[in-house]
């Protein structure tokens, strides 16, 4: 039991920290980010691309502070799931190295929640 809490924790701590930090990145400097927004997308947006980014950024902010401490985890880790589920097209479409890395997150976060119905 002590290995699945471990290997929770390890796992927890790496996507919230990943979350946070490119919610900081996504916040500081958004233009760098826009990329990832298609233009038919942008055109549906009701505000600014960048502004869109910054409220991206706070998500992922707030999202990866509570997948890290452990609130509600099971709850946190769908909603962490679904949130990488829905950027995972856009990565795709950007680079699909990228896409692969946020499948590797998908996976890593749908692990928590198996692990977590082991415990």
């Known amino acids: 039991m002590h290995e699945i809490n471990t290997a929770i924790l390890l796992i927890r701590l790496s996507v919230g920290f990943t979350m946070v930090c490119?919610?900081?990145?996504?916040?500081?400097?958004?233009?760098?980010?826009?990329?990832?927004?298609p233009k038919w997308l942008e055109l549906l947006m009701p505000m600014k691309s960048t502004s869109f980014m910054r409220e991206h950024a706070a998500g992922n902010f707030v999202l990866g502070v509570l997948f890290m401490i452990g609130v509600w985890p099971v709850v946190t880790?769908?909603?962490?799931?679904?949130?990488?589920?829905?950027?995972?097209?856009?990565?795709?479409?950007?680079?699909?190295?990228?896409?692969?890395?946020?499948?590797?997150i998908i996976c890593a976060t749908i692990a928590v929640i198996v692990l977590h119905h082991a415990v």
């Open 22 to 37: 490119f919610g900081l990145s996504q916040f500081i400097n958004p233009h760098t980010w826009l990329g990832y927004i």
């Open 77 to 104: 880790a769908w909603i962490v799931a679904g949130w990488w589920l829905s950027i995972l097209p856009f990565a795709l479409r950007y680079d699909r190295y990228i896409g692969l890395r946020d499948v590797c």
